[in-house]
């Protein structure tokens, strides 16, 4: 069975405003990726924080990591209309190394 | 760069009738994985192979076997298709085990 949780399940927002999607797990973790899968393609990695950062930059798009709330957010600023995707998190856990994914968050950007 | 290379992109295929997806990867990749998605729901492993040779099950391999026989190839087999097996199967390969995921662009298979 899948650990924890991804909300929202949809967000859809104006372009040009941020987006924030959360991650919660229940169990340690070794680390924990973001990913985004535009519709009908496969996923694409975004960004891989470990268990002992806290924040992780890459262009637009900010993850940050909090172990002792076993959760972790991914924002984008500034969003565009292409940033329309799927965003997934999948953890690794400490007591093996295969991913469990979360259900992912639908965002819509509109333009 | 290729990545990882899916095949066949999408088939419609009788109940009962056996069925082998293809995946090929040229990063030299140690782990590689199978999983599917269906609508509504993440990612689900069926399979994965941390290791030329060596294979594992997932969260869900009833009805599904899968060979590891070198590096690159990792073929996924659908014994007795059933409807239930209607999906989206999704390759995808690792360095090592945990670190970050290359997809492949996915086989839509349908069961009649």
């Known amino acids: 069975s899948q650990q924890g949780e991804e909300d929202p399940q949809a967000l859809s927002i104006q372009e040009g405003e941020n987006a924030t999607m959360n991650c919660s797990y229940k169990?340690?973790?070794?680390?924990l990726q973001w990913y985004r899968q535009n519709s009908g393609r496969g996923l694409v990695h975004l960004i891989l924080i470990r268990s002992n950062e806290r924040e992780k930059h890459s262009g637009r798009l900010r993850v940050t990591l909090d172990t002792s709330k076993k959760s972790s957010s991914l924002l984008i600023t500034a969003s565009r209309a292409a940033d329309t995707a799927s965003y997934f998190c999948a953890k690794t856990m400490d007591s093996n190394y295969q991913l469990i994914w979360g259900a992912g968050t639908k965002l819509i950007i509109k333009p | 760069i290729a990545g990882i290379t899916q095949a066949p992109t999408s088939q419609i295929l009788a109940a009962g009738r056996r069925m082998t997806l293809r995946c090929t990867q040229d990063m030299r990749h140690n782990a590689m994985y199978w999983y599917r998605q269906d609508l509504g729901l993440g990612l689900r492993l069926i399979h994965y192979?941390?290791?030329?040779?060596?294979?594992g099950k997932g969260e869900v391999p009833d009805g599904y076997s899968v060979s590891r026989a070198n590096t690159d190839d990792f073929p996924l087999t659908l014994a007795s298709a059933v409807p239930s097996q209607t999906s989206v199967y999704f390759c995808a390969s690792s360095e090592s085990s945990g670190n970050t995921i290359y997809f492949g662009e996915g086989s839509w298979l349908t069961v009649v």
């Open positions: 192979s941390n290791t030329a040779g060596t294979t």
């Open positions: 169990t340690s973790i070794n680390n």
